[in-house]
């Protein structure tokens, strides 16, 4: 379909009331006016005949819904935002937020919200408030049945804009109480460690292996504006401190910005390509690395050898980092082939009031090696689709090590609280519960991660080699 006829489609809800009142005398219509009518004409029938009268905001959501599922049958990656869908994109990609600093959750007793956990730095991990806290009241309204998208509507806001908290703690006295919050700029960080450190949970642990002096760096979430920066950073620590060799986990990483790919990728090579992209008429745009701002370098003596830990979830953006890596020599890739998402969406502005946008896939992107690792509907297993482990470095892993994994990294992002602040104590991250009260993963035993294991083993051989 023509780029523009995508364009008449997305102007949609705002043409709807015109087109309904076009007259069938109206001049021929050109393929594009028929396109626009037919969903008139749907749009139509259904306001005219459905089974209940739709509101406005049905009748909007309809047409978006309509947009949706036509773009998905193009791609599944493709797909339109409206003003809500937007704005979470746009701080998504952002990587910041104006708030408080909390994730929300709802207590199973009373149905009023919760913090699920504080977050290292914010307003109210600084203000003492702990996971497991009960959120009575934002300002005068109750929370007490109110949705998560609500709270944070309430809560967030400007920086520098007060916010007040009726909070509840079981053991405290008194047990409820007002706290006033100033909202700051709260950085969603892109880039972890293995392990918190005691003294300060902002802050990492690199090292999985302090004695050899090999660290961990985990890419968790997406790609946003602050990736590259916070690597850059976490590496210069782990240089710091002697680091030796260096892990790289993008493991359930589901990608992000192109940009930050190509600057994370730019980190650790010196030269050659990174990524090529290509649209749909074969104009090809290569992006290159540059020698200056290398960091970890290898130095005589001191190889600085590197793993990048993949996943049957590692895709997009961080395929693109594992496989300039790969294809450089740079590092070996180790555990599951990857997702196998080689295409790049670009969003297309088509609204102002309110805005609205259209992610769009317009372009393929292109390994080093020249392979395009997208995933098509029709792969076969032998295809050269997504990042393949290096030889000898694949390891399988069941569902039951995957879940495992899952909650281990979950427990890495729960902080309780700021360490002798507010009578907080460190206490482990509740296990998510079934119906029958049972945990829903296992983790009586001590977790073994086989492939990062497996990386450190490898590491190990060519610092010795």
Not at 166 to 175: H, N
Not at 207 to 224: E, Q, T, W, Y
Not at 338 to 351: I, M, P, T
Request: glycine fraction near 8%; aromatic fraction near 4%; charge should be neutral.
């Amino acid at each position: 379909m023509p780029l523009r006829n995508l364009a008449w489609l997305v102007a949609v809800p705002a043409a709807v009331a015109a087109g309904l009142a076009v007259a069938a005398t109206a001049p021929a219509p050109d393929k594009d006016y028929r396109l626009v009518r037919q969903v008139v004409d749907v749009l139509a029938e259904v306001d005219a005949h459905y089974v209940r009268e739709l509101s406005d905001a049905d009748r909007q959501k309809l047409v978006e819904d309509m947009i949706n599922g036509g773009l998905h049958q193009l791609d599944p990656h493709s797909e339109y935002l409206n003003a809500e869908h937007l704005k979470q994109f746009e701080t998504s990609s952002e990587g910041s937020y104006a708030g408080v600093g909390i994730t929300l959750g709802v207590d199973p007793k009373t149905r009023l919200l919760k913090i699920a956990t504080p977050m290292p730095g914010g307003p109210a991990y600084e203000a003492g408030l702990q996971a497991e806290d009960v959120i009575a009241r934002v300002g005068d309204q109750t929370t007490e049945n109110m949705t998560i998208d609500r709270a944070r509507e309430l809560i967030t806001g400007p920086v520098g804009t007060p916010v007040t908290l009726t909070m509840r703690r079981d053991g405290r006295t008194p047990p409820e109480w007002d706290v006033t919050l100033t909202r700051a700029k709260i950085e969603m960080h892109p880039v972890g460690g293995p392990a918190r450190r005691a003294d300060d949970p902002a802050r990492w642990d690199w090292f999985v292996d302090p004695a050899d002096k090999i660290a961990v760096v985990r890419l968790k979430g997406s790609f946003n504006e602050l990736t590259a920066k916070e690597l850059r950073a976490a590496v210069a620590e782990i240089e710091a401190a002697g680091g030796r060799a260096l892990v790289i986990d993008l493991r359930d990483n589901p990608g992000g910005l192109l940009s930050q790919a190509i600057e994370v990728a730019d980190l650790f090579l010196a030269e050659g390509r990174i990524v090529s992209t290509r649209d749909r008429r074969g104009n090809e745009r290569p992006y290159s690395a540059k020698e200056s701002g290398t960091v970890f370098r290898p130095e005589p003596g001191n190889p600085r050898p590197m793993a990048v830990l993949v996943n049957r979830n590692t895709a997009s953006a961080s395929e693109i980092v594992a496989a300039a890596l790969q294809d450089a020599g740079r590092a070996v890739v180790v555990g599951e082939r990857s997702y196998g998402k080689g295409s790049v969406q670009k969003l297309l502005r088509v609204g102002t009031d309110p805005p609205a946008a259209l992610k769009l896939t317009t372009e393929t992107y292109w390994r080093p090696s020249g392979k395009n690792i997208h995933r098509y509907p029709d792969a076969k297993e032998a295809d050269e689709w997504g990042v393949r482990p290096d030889p000898g470095l694949e390891v399988p892993t069941t569902e039951a090590e995957r879940l495992r994994y899952l909650l281990e990294m979950m427990k890495l992002e729960y902080v309780a609280g700021k360490p002798g602040a507010g009578g907080a104590a460190p206490r482990p991250m509740p296990v998510p519960k079934g119906a029958d009260g049972k945990p829903v993963i296992d983790d009586s035993k001590p977790f073994e991660d086989r492939v990062l294991n497996k990386a450190v083993e490898v590491l190990k051989a060519k610092l010795k080699g």
